[in-house]
């Protein structure tokens, strides 16, 4: 659905996009994630033109945006909504007058107005705030104008840019869950970008991790979590699933200690406990989690195997070859 072809950015000696080569799928939520600076924006500005690329091409069904002329990609752009960290509402227009600007800006008919906008600010939740301002709202609930806004032209995309980042916890699952509802119902596709790798545990279907410009992992977010294969990547994933074991209990042990991912299925289970039992080595559970990750289940279980050294050894060995997913935390004392 939109394809990012050896993007590339430059803005004079800083390459904020470096030959970026993805796609995104009709009707999945995709997730760009990365430090600050990373890019993330620059290359989702990219998407709808507001910045155009210094190389390559963005192709959304199949049409080339980079080719057209500025008329023609503002044209494009109405079926691009976006949303931004800091909202930009128009502070001295209603709710509803907010709302009503993209309709207008598309040269939507006085009626047709009166009729969308109470839709739009029933689908976010809001009927009650029309005739309210800015000021008067609630972080979250200035989100919900911006989503409104977004979508009043019925676009095929919607980016958003850190649109949770300026919000606390519990609002930010009240938007993520609202996004998650538009992509369902309306069939909407979703770009969202974020530092949090939580957002993309809650709602991404896929991943892509971004730094210095460069995409660096992409995939599934279930498997990211199971097996992240970059030093970033790893480093987000232990940001939702730390499991840091408290010095004491890494002091007076017996033996290694290994942390073990499964996928939540029973035979990886059975891997696990059946190795150690013919190995003759017993287990001592120090932690145990379960996330579920697009309502699949995700393991965590960090163990200390107790046992003679060659016999935890080969139990090592043999868990590592059947799961691929035992990390050493810390080795014999
Ligand atoms: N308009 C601009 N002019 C010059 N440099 C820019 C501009 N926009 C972004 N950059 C630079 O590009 C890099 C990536 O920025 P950005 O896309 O905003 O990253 P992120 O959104 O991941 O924090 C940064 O080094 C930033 O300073
Ligand atoms: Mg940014």
């Known amino acids: 659905m939109i394809d990012i072809q050896h993007v590339t ?25 990365g430090y600050s600076g990373a890019g993330k924006s620059t290359l989702l500005r990219c998407l709808n033109l507001l910045e155009r690329p210094t190389e390559g091409k963005i192709l959304i069904d199949g049409k080339d945006l980079t080719s057209l002329s500025d008329k023609e990609v503002r044209k494009e752009r109405q079926k691009i909504g976006m949303i931004f960290q800091h909202f930009h509402l128009v502070s001295s227009k209603t709710v509803f007058d907010n709302v009503a600007f993209s309709l207008k800006a598309a040269g939507k008919t006085k009626e047709e107005i009166q009729k969308r906008v109470p839709e739009l600010l029933e689908m976010v939740g809001l009927s009650d705030r029309s005739r309210h ?48 509802k538009i992509n369902e119902n309306l069939g909407i596709t979703v770009v969202l970008i974020t530092h949090e790798m939580e957002v993309v545990q809650d709602v991404c279907h896929r991943v892509a991790v971004m730094e210095n410009g460069k995409v660096v992992e992409l995939g599934e977010v279930y498997d990211i979590f199971a097996a992240p294969k970059t030093a970033l990547a790893k480093q987000f994933v232990r940001t939702v ?20 991912t499964f996928q939540g299925e029973s035979a990886e289970e059975a891997v696990i406990s059946e190795t150690l039992k013919q190995f003759n080595v ?20 960090i163990i200390e195997m107790i046992g003679s050294n060659a016999d935890v050894q080969q139990s090592i060995d043999y868990i590592t070859k059947r799961t691929n997913q035992l990390e050493v935390l810390a080795g014999v004392a």
């Open 133 to 180: 301002y800015p000021a008067q709202l609630s972080g979250g609930q200035k989100q919900r104008v911006g989503i409104a806004r977004a979508l009043a032209n019925d676009p095929k995309v919607l980016l958003c840019d850190e649109a949770t980042s300026a919000l606390d916890p519990t609002t930010t699952k009240s938007i993520l869950q609202l996004l998650k």
């Open 241 to 260: 699933h730390s499991l840091e074991l408290p010095e004491r209990l890494l002091a007076g042990r017996k033996g290694p200690i290994v942390q073990i």
């Open 9 to 33: 950015k430059r803005y004079k000696d800083v390459t904020a996009v470096d030959d970026v080569n993805f796609t995104i799928r009709q009707g999945e939520i995709f997730g760009i994630i």
């Open 282 to 301: 017993s287990a001592n559970i120090l932690h145990g989690q379960i996330s579920y990750i697009q309502d699949r289940p995700l393991g965590t279980l």
